[in-house]
């Protein structure tokens, strides 16, 4: 399981969370309890509401039929529609037989037009997440994908695209017009909450994830969590040092780690906080940091910059690969690696790294225990509770966003619509 581990030089900082963390203890237990006001929000909140034993399956066999005809799967979504998958698949899919491209989250015709030529010659199945189908994004990005297929396959076509909405939607009005594949988005789940739903999971399975194994590590965090009302419970201790230390002045968290395999979760974790959080002029600005690599390039900012931030650490435990450093026939002045493991380097810098930054940033380390699906259902879940929590500490509903409805409205305005 998932361990929580603060790295502070105020030699105090365990007694002011204790202290924190007990002023804030009505609003766990509240959460625990269930909160009739987000009631319409909460279908994340039990993993079997939208992933249980009978869901998972028939997500996994149809899966299985895509993956004996596919070459390629375009998901076709944006935010919370994509990011989730996205970030399982480019960390753990070891299975290429079928290749999972992602379109709906761009405007940009240089992007879509790279993504189709990826299609020519291959035999291409489509799947737009879009929960009311009013979002421009995924919309425009359906269309040119439809007319691909269309002009590739005919009537054929409608075999080959699933749409994932909410029921009753225009999505849902196509699909049943036009003989498409249709999955329910779940009403009661926003799409940044969506992870461990069919959202999330038919995506994976197309990739050859095993979801059973995602499911069961968020079922696991879940049952950890929500059977803990104390102060033990990490994802409240969590969330309760994120409000203290935005209470004094840390206006960012930075997630960071040491593993490119976490690249795209940061993305999932970057849009859960923001978009939760940020609103009534409130809330910690959610960044993220790829380590070594941005050691190199903001590591001077963290270590000399203005005191704005404080760190959450991703340390995998489990080793997951090993590549010597030998000696050769070349004298290049790094004897002292000979022998080494990068596995070994890579935990001197991540280590060396907390040293040097705690002394000026307060830094979190969350351990997770491997680097493979089981966890990173543990994360999803730990992360989607925490931000709960943290919200409602915050005093901000964590399930609306209506700072993201400003851009839409200006923009349709110039699209004429």
Not at 269 to 294: H, M, R
Not at 353 to 375: F, G, S
Request: proline share 2%; hydrophobic share 40%; with cysteine.
């Amino acid at each position: 399981m998932l361990k929580l581990r603060i790295e502070d030089k105020n030699q105090e900082i365990g007694k002011e969370l204790e202290i924190y963390m007990e002023k804030s203890q009505e609003i766990l237990g509240n959460i625990l309890k269930g909160e009739s006001q987000y009631h319409d929000s909460l279908g994340w909140f039990h993993t079997k509401e939208w992933a249980n034993e009978k869901q998972v399956s028939a997500l996994e066999e149809m899966a299985s039929k895509i993956r004996k005809e596919a070459d390629v799967f375009v998901l076709v979504g944006v935010g919370g529609s994509n990011n989730a998958a996205r970030s399982v698949i480019k960390a753990l899919q070891k299975d290429k037989k079928v290749e999972i491209l992602y379109a709906g989250n761009t405007l940009s015709p240089y992007a879509l037009n790279q993504m189709l030529q990826k299609l020519e010659g291959k035999s291409v199945y489509v799947n737009c997440i879009a929960k009311n189908f009013e979002t421009l994004e995924p919309g425009a990005s359906f269309r040119i994908l439809r007319k691909f297929l269309y002009e590739k396959y005919g009537e054929e076509a409608g075999k080959r695209i699933i749409a994932t909405g909410s029921k009753g939607s225009s999505l849902e009005q196509i699909c049943e017009r036009h003989g498409y594949t249709f999955l329910e988005f779940p009403e009661n789940v926003g799409g940044r909450f969506s992870a461990v739903t069919s959202v999330g999971l038919l995506p994976m399975a197309v990739a050859g994830i095993d979801i059973q194994s995602l499911v069961k590590g968020a079922a696991d965090m879940e049952k950890q969590l929500l059977g803990d009302e104390s102060n033990e419970n990490i994802a409240y201790q969590y969330a309760c040092l994120r409000n203290m230390y935005y209470k004094k002045g840390y206006q960012l968290e930075m997630l960071a780690g040491f593993e490119p395999q976490f690249r795209w979760f940061y993305k999932w974790w970057v849009q859960l906080f923001g978009e939760s959080e940020g609103k009534e002029n409130k809330g910690i600005f959610p960044v993220a940091a790829e380590f070594c690599e941005e050691l190199h390039a903001v590591g001077q900012y963290i270590q000399d910059g203005a005191p704005l931030m404080f760190e959450t650490f991703l340390d995998v435990q489990e080793q997951n690969a090993s590549l010597f450093a030998e000696k050769d026939q070349v004298e290049d002045f790094f004897d002292y690696l000979n022998g080494k493991d990068f596995w070994e380097m890579n935990k001197a810098s991540f280590h060396a790294t907390v040293k040097a930054h705690k002394e000026k940033n307060p830094c979190l380390i969350l351990e997770v225990e491997k680097l493979d699906v089981y966890h990173f259902g543990q994360l999803f879940y730990f992360f989607m509770f925490a931000c709960y929590v943290s919200a409602r500490v915050l005093g901000v509903n964590p399930f609306d966003q209506p700072g993201v409805e400003a851009y839409k409205k200006w923009m349709f305005e110039a699209l004429g619509k």
